[in-house]
Nanobody
Framework: VQLQASGGGLVQGGASLRLSCAASGDSISNYVMGWFRRAPGKEREFVAAINRSGGRSDYADSVKGRFTISRDNAKNTVYLQMNSLKPEDTAVYFC???????????????????WGQGTQVTVSS
C-alpha cells in the first residue's frame, strides 16, 4: 500500500487542521492505521491509532481530547482532526499502516509496515 499524507500548513495557536492520508494499491480496511509526528530536534513519536473497523482508537496523552483519528474505508482515507493546536504540536506528521491481522491499535512505530511521506504542521504562538 502507498500512503499520501496531506492537509498540513501554518496556523495560529488555537486553530484547527484536518490531515488526510490517502491510500492506494490496497484497501486500508486490511490495516491498522496510525499517525506519528517528528518535531524539530526530536525523535518521531506516536500520535494516534485506529483499528481496522474504526471502532477503537488510541491517543498519546499530549493530544488526547484535542485530536481525533477516523477512517473512511470506502474512501480509502484516514484522517486526523486536530483542534486547539499548540506551538508544541509543530512537527512533520506521518501516517502509517500496520498489516498484522487482528482487532487492535498499535502505538509502536516498529509494528507499522508502510509509511507516508509526511506533511508539515506549524503552529505559531
Amino acid at each position: 500500500v502507498q500512503l499520501q499524507a496531506s492537509g498540513g500548513g501554518l496556523v495560529q495557536g488555537g486553530a484547527s487542521l484536518r490531515l488526510s492520508c490517502a491510500a492506494s494499491g490496497d484497501s486500508i480496511s486490511n490495516y491498522v492505521m496510525g499517525w506519528f509526528r517528528r518535531a524539530p530536534g526530536k525523535e518521531r513519536e506516536f500520535v494516534a491509532a485506529i483499528n481496522r473497523s474504526g471502532g477503537r482508537s488510541d491517543y498519546a496523552d499530549s493530544v488526547k481530547g484535542r485530536f481525533t483519528i477516523s477512517r473512511d474505508n470506502a474512501k480509502n482515507t484516514v484522517y486526523l482532526q486536530m483542534n486547539s493546536l499548540k506551538p508544541e504540536d509543530t512537527a512533520v506528521y506521518f501516517c502509517a499502516a500496520d498489516r498484522r491481522i487482528g482487532d487492535f491499535t498499535s502505538t509502536r512505530q516498529d509494528s507499522y509496515d508502510y509509511w507516508g511521506q509526511g506533511t508539515q504542521v506549524t503552529v505559531s504562538s
